[in-house]
């Protein structure tokens, strides 16, 4: 059974840096990437950034520039390293797991996680 492990949510000021873990435990598939989504209250999960199997990062727009997303295979461990934040990305984020790649087509769909992780509250004080 695969349980999918968030940590490194908090608070932190606007500007401010955050590093978010994923850590699935399990039988997961040989060729799945992982993800990050975040949802506000009463609003649906909006994607953020994925990376591949083989490392290929692909993000949302509003992310492009101030968020990295990597991974230690060695470890199957993705991280997402959060710079800038702001106030609006106060949200609970949410690790997936499936089959994220650039390359197919709708590569940012939520039906690609197979597997997600119960989420980690970011909070962004202005």
């Known amino acids: 059974q695969v349980q999918v492990v968030e940590s490194g949510g908090g608070l932190v000021q606007a500007g401010g840096s955050l590093r978010l873990s994923c850590a699935p435990t399990?039988?997961?598939?040989?060729?799945?990437?992982m993800a990050w989504w975040r949802q506000a209250p009463g609003k649906g999960r909006e994607f953020v950034a994925a990376?591949?199997?083989?490392?290929?990062?692909y993000y949302a727009d509003s992310v492009q520039g101030r968020f990295t997303i990597s991974r230690d295979n060695a470890k199957n461990t993705a991280y997402l390293q959060m710079d800038n934040l702001r106030p609006e990305e106060a949200e609970i984020y949410y690790c997936?797991?499936?089959?994220?790649?650039?390359?197919?087509?709708?590569?940012?769909?939520?039906?690609?996680?197979?597997?997600w992780g119960q989420g980690t509250q970011v909070t962004v004080s202005s």
């Open positions: 997936g797991v499936g089959r994220y790649t650039p390359s197919t087509l709708f590569p940012r769909s939520v039906r690609r996680s197979s597997y």
């Open positions: 990376i591949s199997w083989s490392g290929s990062p």
């Open positions: 399990g039988a997961t598939g040989s060729r799945d990437g």
